[in-house]
T-cell receptor
Framework: GQNIDQPTEMTATEGAIVQINCTYQ??????LFWYQQHAGEAPTFLSY??LDGLEEKGRFSSFLSRSKGYSYLLLKELQMKDSASYLC????????????WGLGTSLAVNP | GAVVSQHPSWVICKSGTSVKIECRSL??????MFWYRQFPKQSLMLMAT?????????EQGVEKDKFLINHASLTLSTLTVTSAHPEDSSFYIC????????????FGPGTRLTVT
């Protein structure tokens, strides 16, 4: 079966660091994505990991361990505008290539 | 680059009528487009995958006769919700991928459908 787990909600303070975890069990794997989605808007691309390790892009970093079926998104120097839902998605391999989505983590950044 | 537009951004229709939503890739050719539905505080649910010039592949549980998808060109896909019911009220989002960057999907801004 296909399963992606991430926490439902998280709260953090402006200026702090927060780590959002994602674990997955999928029948195929061709990379893992993190997207940010503000309420009422479409998702925006944050990162893509296909190899193990850490990918850093400004204040955001994403980590992948394929052997553990685990990823995390690290947000540094949190800003109020980072309050959003963060979606973990696995790209399914094979002919029927599609994204399998987690339910998303709603992050609230407080002053 | 890689901009996807959707039209309309919101629509209100009466129960029993049909609504067409357009998804366009503005500055690239989209080999594949995806249609999603999202209910409040829930994640994206893939409805169907469409490739230009061929029939769409629908996910299990999605009625293909109710949600008609046409992908007539490399820059345009349409979703028609036929005989709409209030339970079809949702946020519909399309995304597109290209042949040269097939690992990333570019999302449209979404269409808010309300059926009264």
């Amino acid at each position: 079966g296909q399963n992606i787990d991430q926490p439902t909600e998280m709260t953090a303070t402006e200026g702090a660091i927060v780590q959002i975890n994602c674990t997955y069990q999928t029948s195929g794997f061709n990379g893992l994505f993190w997207y940010q989605q503000h309420a009422g808007e479409a998702p925006t691309f944050l990162s893509y990991n296909v190899l193990d390790g850490l990918e850093e892009k400004g204040r955001f970093s994403s980590f992948l361990s394929r052997s553990k079926g685990y990823s995390y998104l690290l947000l540094k120097e949190l800003q109020m505008k980072d309050s959003a839902s963060y979606l973990c998605a696995v790209l399914h391999a094979g002919n029927n290539r599609k994204l399998i989505w987690g339910l998303g983590t709603s992050l609230a950044v407080n002053p | 680059g890689a901009v996807v537009s959707q039209h309309p951004s919101w629509v209100i229709c009466k129960s029993g009528t049909s609504v067409k939503i357009e998804c366009r890739s503005l500055d690239f050719q989209a080999t594949t487009m995806f249609w999603y539905r999202q209910f409040p505080k829930q994640s994206l649910m893939l409805m169907a995958t469409s490739n230009e010039g061929s029939k769409a592949t629908y996910e299990q549980g999605v009625e293909k006769d109710k949600f008609l998808i046409n992908h007539a060109s490399l820059t345009l896909s349409t979703l028609t919700v036929t005989s709409a019911h209030p339970e079809d009220s949702s946020f519909y989002i399309c995304s597109a991928e290209t042949w040269d960057r097939t690992y990333e999907q570019y999302f449209g801004p979404g269409t808010r459908l309300t059926v009264t």
